[in-house]
């Protein structure tokens, strides 16, 4: 592990601007509940005008030793521009300040409060900005572009005006260990894209509308995002994200469930069998075995959720209320959702789902629900279930 007091070379992207980050291979949970099966980087940025030098973002403080190597060199920092207040961009941010004793933080009120809780910066250490200020560095011109919930309120981009180069922080991002500055396999990052696009960005997908269209105005050569590698070619992570936010469901049902004694499990087998016959496309997560990014990601553009839950001590299972909690604060586009499930003598699984899952915009179908293992009349149900869902992909013409 790199400690400091050793020189890294930076990595130039313009002439005078570098990235200055940190690639973290073995880290393989975000946020304590987002699983990185490729690691992920903190990327910073060093930009380097002809009369004042600034900082963009910084690095998660478990890799503070590696930015501070990049800038053994760097005898003058005067501003660190705070995209986001998020430890894994400004965690390192204290320790640069103590480095730069004249260095300035330049941000958004929003964030300077919450720099000023989560990390006990002074409030003299801050500029605040408004949104489309710009700042001069000399040659080089940074503006401020608020954009706020990608991925907390405060949050805003910078862009390098004469380099036509967009600091978006977490937006467009992915976490993706790699030594490749920029997209090198487009399969791998559209894919890592969409798992962070899935995690990060869905809740918000309809502020993020906006910032897409307030974005189609500028003229942006390279995309620097604060996670995963840059983007040469900005249209392959703009239309990516185009498709998601704006394009048509699919015609396909997501199926999170778990199973403790078969019942559920056979009811999924069955079910599953019975959507395929429809020409229905089935997404069927084993909730003890999945990784949960991969049921994310297939929320991006289901157009219908069912949950599949045996009756556990009155309720779901817990891993299925996991899985109904998680993606009611996700807020997919979904438009249709049922519950299927298993109980032995009684309980509330169906109505505790109905309440975890509230937020979503969805037309409830009526759920199937067996007595222990399912016999004919509950495999008939599921055969009416699997129609109601070819009925309504038909109606809003996804089939
Ligand atoms: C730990 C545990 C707790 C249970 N709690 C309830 C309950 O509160 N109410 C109920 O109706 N059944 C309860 N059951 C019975 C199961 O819901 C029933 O056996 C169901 O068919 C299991 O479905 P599965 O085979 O998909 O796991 C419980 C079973 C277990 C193992
Ligand atoms: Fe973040
Ligand atoms: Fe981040």
């Known amino acids: 592990m790199i400690e400091g007091g050793e020189r890294m070379k930076a990595r130039q992207i313009r002439p005078n601007i570098h990235w200055v980050g940190a690639i973290d291979w073995d880290r393989r949970l975000f946020d304590a509940l987002v699983p990185l099966p490729d690691g992920t980087s903190y990327n910073a940025y060093l930009v380097q005008g002809s009369q004042k030098v600034a900082l963009i973002d910084t690095v998660d403080p478990t890799m503070t030793g590696v930015l501070m190597a990049y800038l053994e060199d760097v005898p003058v920092i005067d501003y660190v521009i705070a995209n986001h207040a998020e430890q894994d961009h400004s965690g390192s941010i204290p320790h640069v300040l103590a480095k730069y004793p004249e260095a300035k933080i330049v941000t958004t009120p929003k964030c300077r409060d919450l720099l000023m809780a989560l990390l006990l910066v002074p409030q003299d250490r801050f500029i605040t900005v408004t949104d489309g200020e710009t700042l001069s560095l000399g040659d080089k ?8 919930w990608v991925h907390w309120p405060e949050t805003m981009l910078t862009y390098a005006q004469e380099d036509r180069v967009l600091f978006p922080c977490d937006l467009f991002g992915s976490h993706l260990a790699t030594t490749e500055m920029y997209v090198a396999n487009e399969g791998q990052v559209y894919e890592a894209a969409k798992r962070y696009y899935a995690e990060i960005m869905m809740p918000f997908h309809t502020i993020i509308e906006k910032h897409l269209d307030k974005l189609s105005g500028y003229r942006i ?25 704006f394009g048509p469901l699919k015609n396909m049902v997501v199926l999170p469930y778990v199973s403790m004694h078969g019942s559920t499990q056979k009811m999924v087998e069955y079910f599953v069998e019975a959507l395929i016959e429809r020409g229905i496309t089935v997404r069927q997560f084993n909730l003890a075995v999945t990784d949960i990014g991969r049921l994310a990601i297939a929320l991006v553009d289901a157009a219908t959720i069912v949950l599949g839950s045996p009756t556990v001590l009155s309720g779901p299972h817990p891993v299925v209320a996991y899985a109904a909690i998680l993606t009611n604060a996700l807020r997919p586009k979904t438009k249709f959702a049922s519950i299927i499930g298993s109980y032995g003598w009684g309980g509330r699984m169906v109505e505790q789902i109905k309440g975890l899952i509230s937020n979503l915009k969805v037309e409830l179908l009526e759920p199937v629900v067996t007595k222990g293992y399912p016999k004919d009349g509950d495999f008939a149900a599921l055969d009416r279930l699997a129609d109601e869902i070819l009925t309504r992909h038909r109606q809003i013409k996804i089939i």
């Open 141 to 148: 011109t940074l503006e401020f572009i608020y954009a706020p």
């Open 221 to 245: 050569d390279v995309i620097a995002p604060s996670h995963g590698p840059m983007y040469d070619k900005p249209s392959f992570i703009m239309e990516a994200y185009r498709s998601w936010v």
